[in-house]
């Protein structure tokens, strides 16, 4: 895969830096690991989940730093020697970045079934929300202005 660089995006734009992080995150190499899907369960609220099959709740971490959701599975040693014949079901440890835009916060986690479900919500401030603004006929000489914000 091929590596973009930005340092002219950089030099001619102001503010637009975090969009070249994400970027050059994005094009980094993904080892696929564990499997995750993203689903949109309402118009504000999304799904994170994870196959964490063999993870137990305390090797597992969610961390929300600013921007960063990061899940980490870090997988206890075996106390007892085992000799498999096949081993496909992975056991190493793992990190696994998402990058959250402004304004979404992660309301919970839940592990069922080996699989990790991180619940997050979209909660837009009021001033971003849109909103009807009604027009005078200029004949009432009323000069107040009102205002609706749409739920």
């Given at each position: ?16 830096d975090?969009?070249a ?7 980094g ?11 949109r369960l ?12 063999g ?5 597992l ?26 081993r ?32 997050l919500?979209?909660n ?16 009432t ?7 609706e914000?749409h739920?």
């Open positions: 895969m091929r590596h973009i660089d930005f340092p002219s995006l950089y030099r001619s734009t102001v503010g637009f975090r969009l992080q994400l970027l050059d995150q994005v094009s190499e993904d080892s696929g690991y564990p499997p995750y899907n993203i689903e309402a118009e504000n609220e999304y799904r994170i989940s994870m196959a964490v099959a993870f137990t709740r305390d090797e971490e969610v961390e929300v730093k600013e921007q960063t959701l990061s899940v980490r599975g870090q997988k206890a040693a075996e106390s007892t020697e085992r000799q498999f014949l096949h496909g079901i992975a056991a190493r440890s793992f990190e696994r970045r998402f990058q959250v835009a402004d304004h979404v916060e992660v309301t919970g986690a839940d592990l069922k079934d080996g699989m990790l479900h991180v619940d919500v979209r837009l401030p009021e001033r971003m929300k849109p909103r009807t603004v009604s027009i005078s006929d200029g004949n000489g009323d000069t107040a202005k009102q205002i914000a739920a």
